[in-house]
């Protein structure tokens, strides 16, 4: 396609959604005679192919883009009529007035700035060398204590508990001999020493593995355990704490960078704002509130500009 691709707006993608009710058969035969490159549109000499349509679907979001490809036709016909209509418009030179090319660098702004922002992320990932000399560096943030895996149910009394103990001790699996004797669920819950009961860790850290405890009374009701596992203190794998290590390089290499492009760039630019002038202009308190954000895109969270 030869000329620069429109947006659709949210309210025609909207009125796609709400159609996408019900999926449109194609033939077989149909689909086969339909490539990449097959020409699905033209306005004049510009062509659109399905290529181009696919990239435009790819930047949708995921509800409007699912909406969008089962509505294909109407949303072609949209991207038509958005183009017709604004060649349409520069034709009668209204993308020349003032007005509108200040709202025209406005949204370049926030394109740029949205796309800069998505740069500054992607050059923020730390490399796996960094996440490794993290962890090292960090081994008492990812040691983990010792704890049990246990099932555990609420039994109505202690005679239940019992009676579910008596069974599993027989052969039956722990969860069908409670099924047989309450309707209490099972749940899965894992623990270290000082997280739970005084009375529930001493039981459950003496249990060996699929032992199912006494019963024990708590201060809530009396509850039978099982033990799935017992994991000593350890050292959490590298693989496993590697996202966690991720998401914390990353939002401080983003800051970092963000600070050290933010004072380049302004450095660069000579940049000046008059604070002082601009503080006398301030209207009085008793004033209607101003919109909470100016005009334009902010940028990443934290992000302040350099004095």
Do not use: C
């Amino acid at each position: 396609m030869r000329r620069r691709p429109v947006w659709i707006g949210a309210l025609a993608l909207a009125v796609l959604l709400v159609g996408a009710v019900l999926p449109v058969r194609v033939a077989p035969e149909a689909l086969e005679a339909v490539s990449d490159d097959t020409v699905v549109a033209r306005i004049g000499e510009t062509t659109y192919t399905l290529a181009d349509i696919r990239q435009r679907l790819a930047r949708l979001e995921a509800p409007y883009r699912y909406a969008a490809e089962r509505r294909l036709p109407e949303y072609v016909r949209e991207v038509v009529r958005r183009e017709v209509l604004a060649r349409e418009a520069r034709r009668l030179g209204l993308d020349r007035a003032p007005a509108l090319q200040a709202e025209l660098e406005e949204a370049v702004q926030t394109i740029l700035l949205r796309a800069l922002v998505k740069q500054v992320m992607i050059e923020a990932m730390p490399s796996p060398e960094e996440v490794q000399a993290y962890y090292q560096a960090h081994e008492a943030e990812f040691r983990l204590p010792e704890q049990v895996e246990v099932d555990q149910v609420r039994v109505g009394t202690t005679a239940v508990g019992e009676a579910i103990r008596a069974a599993v001790a027989a052969g039956q699996p722990f969860e069908a001999a409670v099924a047989a004797r309450t309707e209490a669920p099972v749940a899965v819950a894992m623990f270290a020493r000082g997280q739970r009961e005084s009375e529930v860790e001493r039981v459950t850290f003496a249990l060996r593995v699929e032992e199912v405890s006494p019963p024990v009374r708590t201060r809530e009701a009396v509850y039978l355990f099982h033990l799935r596992a017992h994991h000593p203190a350890r050292l959490q794998p590298l693989e496993a704490a590697t996202p966690a290590i991720q998401a914390r390089l990353s939002a401080e290499n983003r800051e970092r960078r963000w600070k050290q492009l933010e004072e380049r760039v302004w450095a660069a630019e000579g940049v000046q704002i008059h604070e002082d002038l601009l503080k006398v202009t301030i209207p009085p308190s008793d004033s209607p509130p101003a919109a909470a954000e100016p005009p334009g895109a902010p940028g990443p969270p934290g992000a302040v500009p350099p004095k």
